[in-house]
């Protein structure tokens, strides 16, 4: 008896299979056969005889996008001035698509003058697994949006002194940077300074709140990131004990007097 609802059961799955597939609603993709890439954009498409008669943001796009690595560079410039935030969703695609890290660093300071908060996703994906020039970039401008979740990453350089020295003491530079603060080559110092002196409150957050940190606040109805007053803000009661018990855990030790 159990045998045959098994039977039935299975071949009910079978037709089951069976009527997706010659639907077209159950396609199967084959893993091995390599996807046609996407068409390109309209103003990358263009022939060049014909790019002057493109819109002004079109023509610089065009520029960015398939320009000598000066012609790039130029646009990329221009783009910076406007200052306009419809280019934001450009920037932020030749920032994932470029591949020259001297253009991608560009295009990340032109997203920190920008001051919006969609480039703070991307920047995290670069932050998080490039342990290059690049990646410092990337955590140095998180930092300017008002973000210092990766932060630590810098200072877990700073260990590499023998295997890495010049990446380590490029680390230790930036740190000095961003802080505008001078404090000696030692990871405990820095660690012990980066908990006490962050940028957002402490929050009441998920769970999975340390996977996956919240972007910093923007400005109501807006994705413009709200601005730090020079200076520091003050800390609500809150994150004022929270900052106080890390400072006390971490008494152990502390950086010699100057």
């Given amino acids: ?23 077209g609603c159950g396609k199967m993709r084959n893993p091995l056969r390599a996807e046609a890439p996407p068409p390109p954009p309209e103003y990358a498409a263009v022939p060049p005889h014909e790019a002057a008669k493109l819109s002004e943001a079109d023509y610089l796009k065009r520029k960015a996008t398939v320009g000598t690595r000066l012609e790039r560079l130029e646009a990329l ?7 306009d935030p419809e280019m934001i969703p450009f920037l ?12 991608q660093i560009r295009v990340m300071h032109a997203l920190s003058k920008a ?16 342990d290059t020039k690049l990646g410092i970039e990337a955590i140095v401008t998180l930092f300017e949006l008002g973000d210092d979740n990766f932060v630590p990453r810098l200072i877990r350089m700073m ?3 023998e295997e890495n020295p010049e990446l380590a003491t490029l680390a230790h530079r930036t740190l000095r940077r961003i802080y505008k603060v001078e404090i000696a080559f030692n990871d405990r110092a820095w660690n012990n300074y980066f908990r006490s002196h962050r940028l957002a409150p402490y929050q009441d957050l998920s769970w999975y709140a340390s996977f996956r940190p919240p972007p ?5 109805g807006t994705t413009k990131v709200e601005p730090r007053p020079e200076g520091g803000t ?8 929270v900052r106080r018990h890390i400072l006390s855990a971490y008494e152990f030790w502390r950086p010699d007097e100057p």
Avoid: C, Y
């Avoid at 695609?93 to 470029?98: C, D, I, S």
């Fill in 234 to 241: 003050r800390l609500p009661q809150q994150d004022a004990m």
């Fill in 77 to 83: 410039d221009v783009i910076d001035r406007t200052s």
């Fill in 115 to 130: 001051q919006d908060v969609r480039a703070v996703l991307p920047l995290r994906r670069l932050a998080m697994w490039n």
């Fill in 92 to 103: 932020i695609e030749r920032l994932e698509k470029e591949d020259d890290p001297f253009l």
């Fill in 1 to 23: 008896m159990h045998a045959m609802l098994r039977f039935r059961s299975f071949t009910g799955a079978l037709a089951a299979l069976g009527v997706l597939l010659f639907s």
């Fill in 216 to 220: 910093p606040p923007t400005v109501a």
């Fill in 159 to 161: 260990r590499k002194k």
